[in-house]
């Protein structure tokens, strides 16, 4: 049997309590009703219900199968990494050592992003950056000069706008 994979009563608790706690604004942000993400992840709204009010604890499966809802959801995906529920550690234990964001940016190069990133100077790093922010504003449809705007002469502004 693989150790690795196996999670402490304790930290499964843990990541349970922290996600009961947000459950809420969660669901909110994703604008789904307790009866419809109940059938969802399979339990009945009811039990949902009682998880979402904190008078019953969530199972294990209940948890990962929320985590997966909230983490594929464009309106909660985000939240749910700014919030701490679904945390590097976490993303590393269920990825045999190598959070999921790491991993997804190095399927999408098809090596590791960190290397290439440590060999560039500082006009390669400039370069990619400008790359980055120019694909961005064309794929959020954003006029050109949004790009040129966000730039001080050294860095971009992180809140690049219309």
């Known amino acids: ?29 994703a604008g789904i009703q307790q009866e419809e993400i109940a059938r ?27 985590m997966f809802f909230f983490d594929q ?11 701490g529920v679904f945390n590097k550690s976490l ?7 190598i959070a999921a964001d790491e991993n997804e940016l ?4 098809g090596f590791s992003l960190k290397d290439i990133l440590n060999a560039l100077d500082e006009q390669g790093l400039q370069s990619v950056k400008t790359v980055m922010m120019i694909e961005y504003a064309r794929c959020k449809n ?15 502004d992180k809140y690049i706008t219309k």
């Open 40 to 66: 969802v992840i399979g339990v009945s709204r009811q039990t949902y219900g009682e998880v979402e009010r904190k008078s019953k604890k969530m199972s294990w499966g209940t948890y990962l199968s929320l």
């Open 142 to 156: 954003m006029p050109g000069d949004a790009v040129i705007k966000s730039f001080d002469g050294r860095n971009f």
């Open 91 to 97: 993303s590393a234990f269920l990825n045999n050592g």
């Open 106 to 109: 190095d399927s999408l190069a």
């Open 73 to 83: 959801n464009k309106q909660t995906h985000q939240l749910l990494r700014q919030t």
């Open 1 to 29: 049997m693989n150790t690795e994979w196996i999670l402490s009563e304790e930290e499964k608790s843990k990541y349970i309590s922290k996600l009961t706690d947000e459950l809420i604004v969660l669901r909110a942000k």
